[in-house]
């Protein structure tokens, strides 16, 4: 029972990589591409990092380097698919860090030197990464040196090598971080205004403007009189082109077959469960009988009251409401059907502080029956631990044998029965470690709980019903077959839905709620405008067919893509010039905002406190908010043109306060500069014109 052990268990489920890299799998078989890869061109590549192309086999590195250290930290070799995409997003960011930031940063003239590594890692200035670390934590979740000098003293005697890798991660992790922080600091440090600036800033703030005001809004009907040009288009898009840059992206439309269950699946599978029900009942055997008939296997789990809602919240209230050896009726959830027995109720405490003394030689047996015998009669279980135990990791607290405290959700296999072990009478326990001798010295308090059985049963389609909506999706793909025009016939004779995305990414692995749809991006990517799918099957359940309407390449937008919407925004422009001009001819010569309200149908709406600092006060238009800042004083003024409504207004008043102060002003400040210091990296990586190409292959 190692270090390695313990670190699993302190991380326990939520085990990941540290610091706030993220962590990510492979959805193609890695070789079936190394061949192939080694032959292409570099737009095969997963990506591009400040000039320096990141190879496919370079990337797998990467990745294999953060899945081991996934897997030292959780003790699991096998990853779900979001543990697997954290992992390649991991991965991703040492690149990042690795290629660009450091190199940036260095250049700046900042630097981490030895003596300063030293003191984040084992000394008085321990970084976060280390001191916040739940692997070095003791049971009342303080920091704890002894557990880091644990770990510091088994690096070399760690036959596994995860120990050394898992602290070579974490060094990592701390420079990278402490680089960031520095690096950080020139904007957090140097975000100070000067005298002016920041009299000006507290001026701006305080001074506040109320205001009488009219706002005819624009509508929502087209006018017609209003012309956008194709050269005012071009024009537009010659000035802002900067504002078009995008990512490649594909226009696509799919037709989609799920396959459900019919009512006689249905009704089978209701039957299944039924004739199952006696023998779940009776059986002395749970855990077998669950493992050979049921979706769900047994578990030793206590549970309580309300956490097996997840499961469904009839199954928790008939467990809540019935006591030992109660069964319930068939519960049927979700094209799910459910039988709950329960199994044993009791007061179960959440955790226990466990001591444990590991033996693995073939006398294993008998002598842990001899130190039981020992330890019955007052024998020091940590000097017992320091002459006999094979674990010498194991010494929570600074005494030999302690693992420290253990939940049901933070648990060594094979340790589960300590929470209902009797506390100061130890036992033998035999696990895939070994044999142990456990003493469970303290327990927290207990609470109702109760152990279940769950006979489950999802309802599948049976073969006649895939076999129909196979039939149905291979209808429409032979209809569909050949452009896009016989898709759209398809659609329009069988009578389906036709589902339209524009702009999907390539990283897109979900249309609408249907996960794991990459195979159908993939294929849209691979494929011309006009062309038409076979059938995809997804997850065994959907069957797509798709079909690929337009293209945007990564780059800048082209005129007729950007188009669209440049047409809009001169035409809201134009719109807002032509209203405000008709609405300065009505009142043209009039000076009482009462007699133009009822001139133009408008009501008048008063707004005290307005500050021109804020340049979002209650919500107001901006370019009305920067007109009333500097208007006349009771005068009306006006028409000004806003994004929504043309606006009359009159100034009722000015007002200077103090309730902006000077630190006010500062406190604003430093948060701009940690906002910016935010956007350090995500700016390099634009700067440096970043290529990331995982959602090719990943």
């Known amino acids: 029972m190692a270090v390695l052990e313990k670190i699993r268990v302190k991380f326990g489920l939520a085990a990941s990589i540290i610091i706030a890299l993220g962590l990510l799998s492979f959805i193609i078989d890695p070789s079936e591409l190394i061949t192939a890869f080694q032959s292409m061109s570099s737009k095969y590549d997963v990506g591009e990092i400040n000039g320096k192309k990141v190879s496919y086999n370079d990337f797998q590195e990467a990745v294999a380097d953060m899945t081991t250290i996934n897997e030292v930290t959780s003790g699991r070799s096998a990853q779900s698919a979001e543990a697997q995409s954290q992992i390649r997003d991991a991965a991703w960011q040492d690149l990042i860090y690795r290629y660009l930031f450091i190199k940036k940063a260095k250049e700046a003239g900042i630097n981490v030197g030895e003596s300063e590594m030293v003191d984040l890692t084992a000394g008085n200035n321990l970084s ?7 692997a070095f934590m003791d049971e009342n ?16 005697t760690d036959e596994t090598g995860g120990l050394k890798l898992y602290w070579n991660y974490l060094q990592n992790s701390i420079l990278n971080q402490q680089y960031y922080d520095k690096y950080a600091s020139l904007f957090t440090e140097g975000a100070n205004d000067s005298p002016l600036m920041l009299r000006k800033s507290i001026e701006e703030t305080n001074n506040t403007v109320d205001a009488d005001f009219i706002m005819i809004p624009y509508g929502y009907t087209t006018d017609s009189s209003i012309v956008v040009s194709d050269a005012e288009i071009n024009k537009y898009y010659k000035d802002h082109k900067k504002f078009f840059k995008q990512s490649a992206s594909r226009d696509m439309e799919y037709v989609v077959f799920e396959v459900v269950p019919s009512q006689a699946d249905i009704a089978a599978a209701k039957e299944g469960v039924a004739n199952l029900y006696e023998e779940f009942k009776s059986t002395d055997n749970m855990k077998g009988f669950l493992m050979k008939n049921s979706d769900r296997a047994y578990t030793d789990y206590w549970f309580k009251d309300g956490e097996l809602t997840s499961v469904a919240p009839e199954v928790n209230t008939f467990v809540s409401e019935n006591g030992a050896g109660a069964v319930s009726d068939i519960i049927s959830k979700n094209n799910n059907f459910y039988v709950v027995k329960v199994m044993e109720t009791g007061m179960v405490p959440d955790s226990a502080y466990v001591k444990h003394i590991l033996l693995q030689d073939e006398n294993a047996a008998a002598l842990a029956d001899s130190l039981v015998g020992v330890l019955k009669k007052g024998e020091n279980f940590s000097s017992l631990a320091a002459v006999y135990s094979a674990d010498k990791n194991s010494q929570d607290g600074g005494e030999l044998g302690n693992i420290g405290w253990l939940t049901q959700n933070y648990m060594i296999p094979g340790f589960e029965g300590v929470t209902t072990a009797k506390v100061g009478e130890p036992y033998v326990l035999n696990t895939q470690y070994g044999t142990h001798v456990v003493l469970v010295s303290k327990k927290s308090a207990p609470v109702a709980k109760k152990r279940v059985a769950i006979l489950e049963k999802e309802v599948l389609a049976s073969k006649e019903t895939f076999n129909e909506y196979y039939s149905k999706a291979n ?11 016989n898709y759209k016939k398809a659609v329009d004779t069988l009578g389906v839905y036709s589902h339209p995305i524009n702009n999907m990414l390539e990283s897109s692995e979900k249309l609408g709620a249907i996960d794991n749809t990459k195979e159908v991006t993939r294929w849209v990517f691979d494929n011309k405008p006009g062309k038409v799918s076979n059938i995809i099957t997804v997850d065994n359940n959907y069957f797509f067919i798709a079909t690929v309407k337009g293209v945007h390449k990564e780059g800048y937008a082209t005129v007729d893509e950007a188009s669209s919407r440049i047409r809009q925004q001169l035409y809201r422009e134009k719109l ?11 009142i043209e010569g009039m000076t009482d905002l009462e007699a133009i309200a009822e001139k133009l149908g408008g009501t008048i709406s008063s707004q005290s406190g307005i500050a021109f600092a804020s340049m979002n006060s209650y919500g107001l238009d901006p370019a009305f908010i920067g007109a009333v800042s500097v208007a006349p004083e009771n005068k009306v ?23 902006f102060t000077e630190d006010d002003a500062k406190t604003r400040d430093a948060q701009m500069a940690a906002y910016n210091a935010q956007m350090i990296i995500p700016v390099m990586m634009q700067d440096a014109d970043v290529k990331d190409n995982r959602a090719r292959f990943y």
Not at 576 to 586: C, L, N, P, S, Y
């Open 637 to 659: 003024c006006g028409p000004v043109a806003g994004s929504v409504g043309t606006y009359i207004y009159k100034v009722t008043g000015r007002d200077t306060g103090a309730f």
């Open 576 to 586: 807002a010039e032509k209203k405000t001009a008709e609405i300065a001819a009505q």
């Open 141 to 156: 979740g303080n920091f704890s040196k002894e557990q880091l000098s644990t770990l510091l003293q088994n690096l070399n």
């Open 128 to 134: 976060p990464l280390i001191a916040q670390n739940p």
């Open 475 to 485: 209808k429409f793909a032979t209809l569909a077959s050949g452009s896009y025009q």
